[in-house]
């Protein structure tokens, strides 16, 4: 089933939907029976004042990672590589703390986060264009999180490394070889990295409690894993690239459906989906392939949706508020009117309380960058979660409960927050205990 858009009712509908969940400002883009319908509505900056349009900027964050991993296809086509190349034999001087994964990880294992590595460093190596080299110098003190293969975990420093894997086999800076790959050809131009180019266009500013955040963005070295800025119109012929030769504005990859083959299962398919692909987050809504892939930086949030088989991408980008909450209800709206499809519902606590022993589950797990510690408390397990290292000022720490679902599955909601969030503890084969939360997996380590 498709529907035809009406254009007036999503122009106010999307102003509706950012007021309802706080966003100051917000932009959509959505492709549906080969148009593409644009929207925009609210503010880039409460302090400023300035309206949001559908040329403004955003930072689409991690969305940036498919574009990395669509960087590497590009090679792989022309036989630079393969999936299945180690690391090491593209960067011999790469290492990491484990002299074996240095050895043998593969570009298949960045790509798909199971790589193992311990990967929210967010280290900052400077503006120059030698960055991402130092960066990945940086990651030989990186312990590993899980054994190779073991498990998914998300891994930001995995992308970085890829995005030197791109510099060295293209003999440009990771920003450059982007334009030239990808960006050019499919003729966007309102796709940026550099803030320097990012400030020629409306751009919007990230917000942290309502208030402007206290920086714009992060830092350069971290490009290939989440600094790209763009419209959401631009994002969208992103996605429309990778539906093939055999829709109108696809053919940049020979076979861009490689990228949706199944990599590794998603131990928390509450959260982002089933599998992960190359790049590419993978589910399924009744029976219709979903691909798609968030982004989250500093007070700003992006959401990309595609489904190959309708033809039919959806982009949405926001600058603060309860964004997931914000996309979740956007989404139903949007699929359940274009398609007829129901968005999978968010995971919430069971009607009736589920009675299971959490004080297997008590203690500390930790993890570059983050560190929970839960204890049991009259039934339920209480979480303190921080952030830790170099983003450690960017927000404080959150405490709140995780109600059982089931024997492994929890959820919990911090303060202020409309949405739940959905907690999956599991052990590897080797019986190490772990909790797969927020795409991430954190080992027991008290």
Not at 28 to 42: C, K, S, T
Not at 101 to 112: D, G, M
Not at 367 to 392: I, K, P
């Amino acid at each position: 089933m498709t529907a035809a858009v009406d254009p007036g009712r999503w122009h106010a509908r999307l102003g509706e939907l950012a007021s309802d969940h706080q966003v100051p400002g917000a932009s959509l883009a959505f492709l549906h029976g080969g148009e593409v319908h644009e929207f925009a509505a609210g503010v880039l900056n409460v302090a400023t004042g300035v309206p949001a349009t559908t040329d403004s900027l955003f930072q689409i964050g991690s969305v940036t990672k498919v574009w990395t991993a669509t960087q590497i296809m590009l090679l792989a086509e022309r036989g630079e590589l393969t999936l299945d190349t180690p690391v090491c034999q593209v960067l011999p001087e790469f290492r990491v703390a484990d002299a074996e994964v240095s050895a043998t990880v593969t570009i298949r294992h960045l790509l798909s986060h199971t790589s193992g590595i311990d990967g929210d460093l967010f280290l900052d190596t400077g503006r120059g264009d030698d960055c991402v080299e130092k960066y990945v110098a940086a990651c030989a003190d990186l312990a590993q999180n899980h054994p190779l293969g073991a498990t998914q975990s998300y891994c930001n420093s995995g992308f970085v490394i890829a995005g030197r894997v791109v510099e060295r086999l293209t003999g440009k800076v990771w920003d450059t070889a982007l334009r030239e790959q990808v960006v050019e050809p499919l003729g966007l131009t309102h796709t940026w990295t550099l803030p320097e180019d990012v400030l020629r266009f409306r751009a919007a500013m990230g917000h942290l409690d309502g208030v402007p955040a206290p920086m714009w963005g992060l830092m350069r070295s971290c490009g290939p894993a989440g600094l790209i800025s763009a419209r959401a119109a631009d994002v969208v012929a992103f996605a429309r690239a990778h539906f093939g030769p055999d829709h109108e504005g696809g053919g940049l990859l020979g076979r861009p459906q490689d990228m949706w083959e199944p990599q590794a299962d998603i131990p928390n398919p509450h959260t982002l989906g089933r599998q992960w692909g190359i790049g590419w987050i993978l589910d399924e809504w009744q029976g219709h392939r979903v691909i798609s892939h968030g982004g989250n930086t500093i007070g700003q949030a992006a959401m990309l949706w595609a489904l190959p088989d309708a033809g039919t991408a959806v982009c949405v980008l926001a600058n603060g508020g309860h964004t997931a909450a914000f996309q979740h209800a956007l989404a139903t709206e949007l699929f359940g009117e274009l398609l007829g499809l129901a968005v999978p519902a968010e995971l919430g606590p069971p009607a009736e309380p589920y009675e299971t022993d959490v004080e297997r589950y008590a203690g500390v797990y930790e993890r570059v960058g983050t560190r929970m510690e839960l204890t049991a408390r009259d039934g339920r397990l209480a979480l303190r979660l921080e952030s830790t290292g170099a983003l450690a000022g960017t927000q404080p720490p959150q405490d709140f409960d995780l109600v059982a679902v089931d024997d492994t599955t929890f959820v919990g909601r911090p303060d202020g927050r409309p949405n739940w969030l959905s907690a999956v503890f599991y052990r590897l084969a080797d019986g190490t205990p772990y909790i797969h939360l927020g795409a991430r997996a954190t080992p027991k380590v008290a």
